[in-house]
């Protein structure tokens, strides 16, 4: 089964779909693999002019999935790292796409959710839905999405929602930058559609080196701050905190230092 949808027309307009609705779209592997490898073929199409991001069911995304987490801590650090390693390459293939890459945020968004969020141009989502950084109640922390939200926000707001996984909505999602707008529910297509047509009307080849441009003077991501980013959460793995975490979500019970 495909978790990763994608749908062209003849417009140019590419979409990508999380299709795992029953899990609320938590990345997993499978899903995070595919995530990459439809980014980078549509980084590669030259007849795709504008890429849309969005999800199936309630919920944007629930973040990366918990049991793929806890089974990482039967592996060794090395083949640990490589795996959640994943959401990193993933993030950054659509961040390195070429195309102007629009958010739809039907539903809640939690942890990756938010780093699929900021790797978008344009992210327009629904008033009443939810978002958060809920790492450090696990005992983890945002560090594969961490240099993409950043990028996205700035450290001074960043600070605001990076350490302390509260839950906000809506409105502080605009007022802090992680969604450029908020919308009624049923206004949410239409938006999305306005916001399509608006590079549609340009030529595609200045549109792609106006965005690489911006890119270069706003300061881009670096491989660097990935891989320290990847190294930060892999030294985490190894903490007592990150294993009562995820084994008090999984045994329904409040961790040690709720």
Same mark, same amino acid.
């Given at each position: 089964? =495909?978790?990763?949808?994608?749908?062209?027309?003849?417009?140019?307009?590419?979409? +990508?779909?999380?299709?795992?609705?029953?899990?609320?779209?938590?990345?997993?592997?499978?899903?995070?693999?595919?995530?990459?490898?439809?980014?980078?073929?549509?980084?590669?199409?030259?007849?795709?002019?504008?890429?849309?991001?969005?999800?199936?069911?309630?919920?944007?995304?629930?973040?990366?999935?918990?049991?793929?987490?806890?089974?990482?801590? =039967?592996?060794?650090?090395?083949?640990?790292?490589?795996?959640?390693?994943?959401?990193?390459?993933?993030?950054?293939?659509?961040?390195?796409?070429?195309?102007?890459?629009?958010?739809?945020?039907?539903?809640?968004?939690?942890?990756?959710?938010?780093?699929?969020?900021?790797?978008?141009? +344009?992210?327009?989502?629904?008033?009443?839905?939810?978002?958060?950084?809920?790492?450090?109640?696990?005992?983890?922390?945002?560090?594969? +999405?961490?240099?993409?939200?950043?990028?996205?926000?700035? @450290?001074?707001?960043?600070?605001?929602?990076?350490?302390?996984?509260?839950?906000?909505?809506?409105?502080?999602?605009?007022?802090?930058?992680?969604?450029?707008?908020?919308?009624?529910?049923?206004?949410?297509?239409?938006?999305?559609?306005?916001?399509?047509?608006?590079?549609?009307?340009?030529?595609?080849?200045?549109?792609?080196?106006?965005?690489?441009?911006?890119?270069?003077? @706003?300061?881009?991501?670096?491989?660097?701050?990935?891989?320290?980013?990847? &190294?930060?959460?892999?030294?985490?793995? =190894?903490?007592?905190?990150?294993?009562?975490? +995820?084994?008090?979500?999984? &045994?329904?019970?409040? @961790?040690?230092?709720?």
């Amino acid at each position: 089964m =495909e978790l990763i949808g994608v749908s062209r027309d003849a417009r140019g307009v590419a979409e +990508i779909s999380l299709r795992r609705a029953d899990k609320h779209n938590a990345l997993s592997a499978q899903m995070m693999t595919e995530l990459e490898a439809t980014a980078r073929s549509l980084a590669a199409d030259a007849e795709v002019k504008v890429v849309v991001l969005s999800a199936e069911g309630k919920s944007f995304c629930a973040g990366g999935d918990l049991a793929w987490m806890r089974a990482q801590f =039967e592996m060794d650090r090395a083949t640990r790292r490589e795996e959640s390693s994943r959401i990193a390459k993933a993030l950054g293939a659509l961040y390195a796409l070429p195309q102007p890459l629009i958010g739809k945020v039907q539903g809640n968004a939690f942890g990756g959710g938010l780093g699929l969020i900021s790797v978008c141009d +344009i992210a327009l989502a629904a008033e009443g839905v939810k978002f958060g950084l809920t790492e450090v109640k696990l005992g983890l922390i945002p560090a594969n +999405i961490g240099p993409y939200v950043i990028a996205r926000l700035g @450290a001074v707001k960043a600070q605001e929602i990076f350490m302390n996984g509260r839950i906000f909505g809506a409105a502080e999602a605009v007022a802090l930058g992680l969604v450029n707008r908020a919308v009624a529910p049923d206004d949410l297509d239409e938006a999305v559609a306005a916001e399509v047509a608006l590079p549609l009307a340009c030529a595609p080849g200045a549109v792609r080196d106006a965005k690489a441009l911006l890119r270069r003077l @706003a300061g881009e991501v670096t491989d660097a701050e990935v891989e320290g980013a990847i &190294d930060a959460l892999a030294d985490r793995w =190894e903490t007592s905190e990150a294993q009562e975490g +995820i084994a008090a979500f999984f &045994d329904k019970r409040p @961790a040690p230092w709720a």
